[in-house]
């Protein structure tokens, strides 16, 4: 044929960052973007909450203003009545509004200060890295990153602190019930309270993370594999991640476009190398750390699905999270697309991604409760909203999408929980920012709930040695990037912040992920971290690629050992 479509063409290389620069990317994205639909996303994310959250002192002091008021008048009858229903409305309204200004402050800071630091930080580092990147050692990165991180502290607080002084003289901390009437009067000073508020917390958390950043252990290669102790219980695990499912049988990735494998059958050749492997030496566990689907889109999920029922052994023992591919892009050919934050679009990706995770583990991970508490199993937890989750995938609908609000991140993290006292358990853990764009869909996050939640479960099970499972990379490891975007969204946010709260179960757990398809197998610290390459992507179809099946063993000491990993190559066609 002139033009054989089994071989794709510039199509397919749309969104590909291995076919097109970030820059074509860029520019195709200004192009293509709605101006309007960006304009509203950036009111809903950021103008809202800043006006909320520089709302709330305004409203506060009114509140006992009034309340002073009335004290000052309490000989009259009317005063004391006035009194009472001020104190009333201040009782029940004050930790309404204390949440509201709570929920939007972190909201922000999810949104720009956060991702302000990280983004000067490695931009930072990646342009040192240029300047200096001939006899770069591993010991000349980790100062290098040490020296980045405190560069950028103080280049954002100095920078954060001139904002809040020039906008000082525009906010206004006080105000009387008769100023809130008039509230076009207020919305000046109202931004101008948020701005400082924000400001002033960036200009003092950026030093904070600087330092703490600067002198926590920075990831290095792993020195040594564990000894593998006689005589004690020693666990198999597959870990696969990335797969990238396509909905297409000729269909190439987002990432890769043509010149990645296309279609499933890697995927299917994968599965029938581990059904082998399976029935010689059993597996105990076969982790996918997320990226199941190339863009979440139903055909996907049906083609994963169908692959697994034909390996029911080995789906006895898969454990899967979600990764960005499976819940945040919105359009997979165009990266300029945004969906509102009240598109019921990402909630219907996510419920599609918890009914396939339920499908396959559903009767064996547990969600934990409010004490760390492993209660119900996930299909159990997610029994009571099993009608609404149909009718909203079915009809959809702003109204049915916020009936199941909140349902999605409940879950996790999920664990499974260990078969005896001292074994293995597995905690699967959600790390996907909130994001709505398909450029940024890349962005992790691991929340503080979410945090604590796990902190609460592994003090559950004081004697069990965990595998932390995540979508994303805590932070860049020790090695040399290419480009810039391969350094920023990408990595969680908060890396550094979740490997410090890790430190204290470091001796009894390892952290596996995926995402940047990088074979790595480092320690940050006492951590001992797990990257796993992708069986699928970065090689065309007649390329070898691989994964590994990595061994465990709880110690004498009460520590898990990680042995050398056994290395699974699967040939291409």
Same mark, same amino acid.
Request: net charge neutral.
């Given at each position: 044929?002139?033009?054989?479509?089994?071989?794709?063409?510039?199509?397919?290389?749309?969104?590909?960052?291995?076919? #097109?620069?970030?820059?074509?990317?860029?520019?195709?994205?200004?192009?293509?973007?709605?101006? !309007?639909?960006? +304009?509203?996303?950036?009111?809903?994310? +950021? *103008?809202?909450?800043?006006?909320?959250?520089?709302?709330?002192? *305004?409203? !506060?002091?009114?509140?006992?203003?009034? +309340?002073?008021?009335? =004290?000052?008048?309490?000989?009259?009858?009317?005063?004391?009545?006035?009194?009472?229903?001020?104190?009333?409305? $201040?009782?029940?309204?004050?930790?309404?509004?204390?949440?509201?200004?709570?929920?939007?402050?972190?909201s922000l800071n999810a949104l720009a200060v956060q991702p302000s630091y990280a983004f000067t930080r490695e931009a930072l580092g990646h342009l040192a890295e240029l300047l200096w990147r001939t006899g770069a050692t591993p010991a000349s990165r980790i100062r290098l990153r040490r020296n980045c991180s405190i560069g950028a502290g103080m280049l954002l607080s100095a920078g954060a602190a001139l904002i809040a002084v020039l906008s000082w003289p525009a906010s206004q901390w006080t105000a009387t019930v008769n100023d809130l009437v008039l509230i076009h009067r207020l919305v000046v000073p109202t931004f101008a309270n948020a701005v400082v508020l924000v400001s002033s917390y960036l200009a003092v958390a950026s030093l904070a993370w600087s330092v703490a950043d600067a002198s926590m252990d920075q990831p290095a290669d792993l020195a040594a594999f564990d000894a593998t102790p006689l005589g004690g219980r020693c666990w198999r695990l597959a870990h696969l991640s990335d797969l990238h499912v396509v909905g297409e049988r000729y269909g190439f990735r987002i990432e890769s476009g043509t010149a990645g494998p296309r279609g499933n059958q890697r995927f299917h050749r994968v599965l029938a190398r581990l059904a082998e492997i399976h029935a010689v030496d059993p597996l105990d566990h076969v982790l996918i750390s997320g990226d199941m689907t190339d863009a979440g889109r139903p055909g996907e999920w049906a083609e994963? +699905?169908?692959?697994?029922?034909?390996?029911?052994? *080995?789906?006895?023992?898969?454990?899967?999270?979600?990764?960005?591919?499976?819940?945040?892009?919105?359009?997979?050919?165009?990266?300029?697309?945004?969906?509102?934050?009240?598109?019921?679009?990402? %909630?219907?990706?996510?419920?599609?991604?918890?009914?396939?995770? !339920?499908?396959?583990?559903?009767?064996?991970?547990?969600?934990?409760?409010?004490?760390?508490?492993?209660?119900?199993?996930?299909?159990?937890?997610?029994?009571?909203?099993?009608? #609404?989750?149909?009718?909203?995938?079915?009809?959809?609908?702003?109204?049915?999408?916020? !009936?199941?609000? $909140?349902?999605?991140?409940?879950?996790?993290?999920?664990?499974?929980?260990?078969? #005896?006292?001292?074994? *293995?358990?597995?905690?699967?853990?959600?790390?996907?920012?909130?994001?709505?764009?398909?450029?940024?869909?890349?962005?992790?996050?691991?929340?503080?709930?979410?945090?604590?939640?796990?902190?609460?479960?592994?003090?559950?099970?004081?004697?069990?040695?965990?595998?932390?499972?995540?979508?994303h990379h805590l932070m860049e490891y020790p090695m040399p990037v290419k480009t810039f975007a391969e350094r920023i969204g990408t990595a969680l946010i908060n890396g550094s912040w979740f490997v410090r709260r890790l430190q204290k179960f470091s001796d009894r757990s390892v952290v596996m992920h995926g995402h940047r398809h990088i074979d790595w197998i480092g320690t940050c610290g006492a951590s001992k971290i797990v990257s796993a390459p992708s069986p699928v992507m970065g090689a065309a179809d007649d390329a070898v690629t691989y994964f590994?099946?990595? %061994?465990? =063993?709880?110690?004498?000491?009460?520590?898990?050992?990680?042995?050398?990993?056994? #290395?699974?190559?699967?040939?291409?066609?």
């Open positions: 044929m002139l033009l054989d479509p089994r071989d794709g063409d510039f199509e397919d290389n749309a969104a590909s960052p291995e076919q #097109r620069s970030l820059f074509a990317i860029v520019g195709s994205l200004l192009v293509e973007i709605s101006p !309007a639909k960006l +304009l509203f996303a950036w009111t809903v994310s +950021l *103008l809202l909450p800043g006006l909320l959250l520089g709302l709330a002192p *305004l409203v !506060a002091s009114a509140w006992i203003s009034s +309340l002073s008021q009335q =004290v000052l008048a309490l000989s009259e009858v009317g005063a004391v009545l006035a009194l009472v229903v001020i104190v009333a409305l $201040g009782w029940l309204g004050g930790r309404p509004l204390f949440q509201i200004a709570e929920t939007n402050f972190w994963f +699905l169908d692959a697994l029922a034909g390996h029911p052994e *080995l789906a006895a023992r898969i454990i899967m999270l979600p990764g960005n591919h499976d819940v945040n892009v919105v359009d997979r050919t165009n990266p300029a697309r945004l969906d509102l934050p009240f598109s019921p679009g990402k %909630r219907l990706r996510q419920m599609r991604t918890l009914s396939a995770i !339920a499908a396959v583990q559903g009767d064996r991970v547990r969600v934990i409760d409010g004490s760390g508490k492993p209660s119900a199993t996930l299909n159990q937890a997610l029994a009571p909203y099993q009608d #609404r989750i149909v009718q909203f995938a079915q009809h959809g609908g702003v109204r049915r999408a916020v !009936a199941i609000r $909140g349902l999605f991140d409940d879950q996790f993290p999920m664990i499974l929980p260990p078969d #005896r006292d001292g074994g *293995l358990g597995i905690a699967i853990l959600n790390s996907n920012a909130e994001t709505h764009f398909s450029f940024t869909n890349a962005l992790g996050l691991v929340s503080e709930a979410q945090t604590r939640r796990l902190e609460a479960a592994i003090r559950h099970f004081p004697t069990v040695c965990w595998i932390i499972a995540l979508h590994y099946i990595h %061994r465990m =063993v709880v110690g004498p000491d009460r520590k898990l050992c990680l042995a050398e990993p056994e #290395r699974v190559e699967i040939a291409g066609s």
